[in-house]
C-alpha cells in the first residue's frame, strides 16, 4: 500500500453504484479511484494490470461473479486487499467469500463513514465486517455443530442417495421399513434438511457421499 494514497479499484455490475462510489472517494483525501470493473473477470485483469491496493467487490455479477473473482485473485497471488461491498448478509455468501480470501465484508446500506473507514482499515490488512454480518458469524459460532452420522445411518443415506425406496433400503439392509423412516428422521434433524433429496445434497456438501456412494 503507498504511503500516502490509497489505490481503489471498485468492482460492480451497477454502473450508477460504481459512479457513486467512485466519486465519493474521489473526494475522501488519502484515496484515488484506479479503475472500474463491470464483473468479476474484469476486476481481475484490471487487479493485474493496475496494482490496487483495495478491490471494492460486489458478489452477484454476470458471468465471472464476485466470489470467483475473489478466489482467482487469491490463486494468482495478487496482493491486493478485497472488501465486498454486497445486499446480501446470508452465511450462503459471507463465509465462502471470507474462506476465499476477502479481507473484509460490507453491506452497501452502511453509511459513508464506515465504507471510507472500512477501505482504510481493509488497506492495512485488518478484518472489516458490517455489524450485521459479524453477528451472523458470532451466531454460526456459538451455534453447536451437527452431530456426525452414526455408520447405520450413513448406510440408508447412501442407498438413498442411489435411488432406493424405503422398502428397497430396508430389504438391503435387513431392516423393517419403519427402522429405515426412522433413521431418515435422525438423518434430517442432523443434518438441518426436512427431506430426502435435501438430505442427499447436504450429505454431498458435507462429504459424507461421494459420487461413487
Known amino acids: ?23 465519493m472517494f474521489a473526494s475522501v483525501p488519502g484515496f484515488t479511484v484506479v479503475g472500474e470493473a463491470a464483473d468479476g473477470a474484469e476486476a481481475v485483469r484490471m487487479a493485474q494490470a493496475l496494482n490496487p491496493d483495495v478491490v471494492l467487490m460486489d458478489l452477484r455479477m454476470p458471468g ?38 476477502a479481507t473484509g465484508y460490507l453491506l452497501k446500506d452502511a453509511p459513508r463513514d464506515e465504507l471510507i473507514r472500512g477501505a ?25 455443530a451437527p452431530q456426525v ?13 442411489g435411488g432406493n425406496t424405503n422398502r428397497e433400503a430396508a430389504k438391503r439392509l435387513f431392516i423393517t421399513e419403519a427402522t429405515v ?3 431418515l428422521l435422525s438423518i434430517y434433524a442432523k443434518l438441518g434438511v426436512s427431506d430426502r433429496a435435501a438430505a442427499v445434497a447436504e450429505g454431498f456438501h458435507r462429504r459424507l457421499l461421494v459420487p461413487d456412494s
Open 1 to 23: 500500500m503507498s504511503e500516502t494514497t490509497i489505490r481503489l479499484l471498485i468492482a460492480d455490475d451497477h454502473p450508477v453504484v460504481r459512479d457513486g462510489l467512485s466519486s
Open 64 to 101: 465471472t461473479d464476485g466470489l470467483a473473482a475473489i478466489t482467482e485473485l487469491a490463486r494468482l497471488g495478487n496482493p491486493a486487499r478485497v472488501l465486498v461491498l454486497t445486499t446480501y448478509d446470508n452465511d450462503a455468501n459471507v463465509v465462502p467469500a471470507l474462506e476465499a480470501g
Open 120 to 144: 482504510r482499515a481493509a488497506a492495512r490488512g485488518e478484518t472489516v465486517l458490517s455489524p450485521a454480518v459479524a453477528m451472523r458469524l458470532v451466531t454460526r459460532v456459538r451455534t453447536p
Open 149 to 161: 452420522l452414526s455408520q447405520r445411518e450413513l448406510e440408508v443415506l447412501q442407498l438413498v442417495a
Open 181 to 183: 423412516k426412522s433413521h
